[in-house]
């Protein structure tokens, strides 16, 4: 049933189809007897599938990744789809409109996307207001068993240079930390002019060393994630891994899109024609779960994972939990295989 509706949908421009679907969902998901079909339908209900990581209670290991719902606007039409948690954002300082339109575009023969979109968002001041009020909502269904665990994912503008990049994520942190549950700190999106480099040990450490002491003083930390790209060395990845160890990281999420074209079905002309940006989906599946296994093992699995990128199906999802990760993230997958996904991948677990 999906796959034709899928192939309707792909006749139109992906930011159009992603902002009609939502909205029609946020339609059906405001009735509530049509949005407790749409949950039973959709959400897994195997108590067995609750996954317990940080002090925080899953009602399921499969999350939706950062980049698909910038500005928290669809939390209750994801959780009725059953996702046992949301990465909102990237959210940065300032409202940014983001890169010139297209900038999302399909590669069906390789179950892929090419985004540029540069962190478009509404600013971390109007999404902390959506997410305060989500919570005050959530507060009140007290016969709730699970409720959605919500990630912030967090950048800096594009006018922000790198040497004060560092005041941009103590903002977003600072603004976000009474309403998420973690944070995940992104330096690793190919769409920000300068944002990788930030990737290198010592702006790394400068950034995270600061969210950690700000975190320290709370009365509750939030535990905290760095963003790596699947892009990186091996040599980089060994100081990625040494400073998580040193300064006590709580975790990594493996990996974001890749800037890397090579092996794919889809023309060199056509990606000739589409350009620069980050590629998701199948084509970075294997690197990703390479760099887990890696990570994993050379910590002896010291280093928490949250995985993303290429996961479509339950076997996707086994192999990078095999790898070493503790909860998976899915949404170039969500694009192709529909809003059973979550479902689909947790009859294999």
């Known amino acids: 049933m999906y796959k034709l509706l ?32 749409l949950a039973k339908i959709f959400s897994p209900a195997n108590p067995a599938l609750t996954t317990e990581f940080f002090h925080l209670r899953f009602r399921n290991a499969v999350g939706l990744a950062a980049g698909f719902d910038k500005n928290a606007k669809y939390l209750r039409e994801l959780e009725c789809l059953g996702f046992g948690f949301v990465e909102i954002g990237t959210v940065t300082p300032l409202p940014q409109a983001g890169n010139d339109k297209p900038r999302v575009f399909r590669l069906p023969k390789d179950k892929a996307l090419i985004n540029r ?43 922000t240079p790198n040497e004060e990049a560092w005041k941009d994520y103590e903002i977003c942190f600072k603004e976000l930390h009474p309403f998420v549950d973690y944070f995940v700190v992104n330096v690793s999106s190919p769409n920000t002019p300068g944002l990788r480099e930030l990737q290198e040990k010592e702006s790394l450490r400068k950034i995270l060393m600061h969210l950690q002491m700000i975190n320290n003083g709370k009365a509750k930390a939030k535990p905290l994630f760095l963003k790596i790209a699947p892009d990186l060395t091996q040599e980089q990845i060994d100081d990625v891994i040494d400073l998580a160890l040193e ?5 990594l999420v493996a990996t974001n899109t ?52 290429g996961v479509f199906t339950g076997i996707d999802a086994k192999e990078k939990l095999d790898a070493g990760a503790s909860l998976v993230q899915v949404w170039t997958g969500f694009i192709y295989e529909g809003p059973a996904i979550v479902k689909q991948i947790c009859k294999s677990l």
């Open 6 to 37: 899928r192939n309707i949908l792909f006749c139109f421009s992906p930011e159009g189809v992603h902002h009609f679907s939502m909205n029609a969902l946020r339609l059906l998901c405001s009735v509530g007897f049509s949005r407790k079909i």
């Open 258 to 309: 890749t800037i890397s074209r090579a092996g794919l079905l889809t023309p060199e002309l056509r990606i000739n024609e589409i350009g620069a940006g980050g590629l998701s989906g199948l084509p970075v599946k294997q690197r990703s779960t390479d760099i887990i296994k890696y990570i994993t093992d050379k910590t002896n699995g010291a280093i928490p994972i949250i995985a993303s990128g």
């Open 247 to 251: 300064i006590k990281l709580d975790g």
């Open 117 to 159: 979109m540069g962190f478009n968002n509404e600013g971390v001041k109007v999404v902390a207001e959506r997410l305060k009020t989500w919570k005050e909502k959530q507060s009140r269904l007290t016969t709730k068993d699970f409720r959605l665990i919500i990630g912030g994912n967090i950048g800096k503008n594009k006018i």
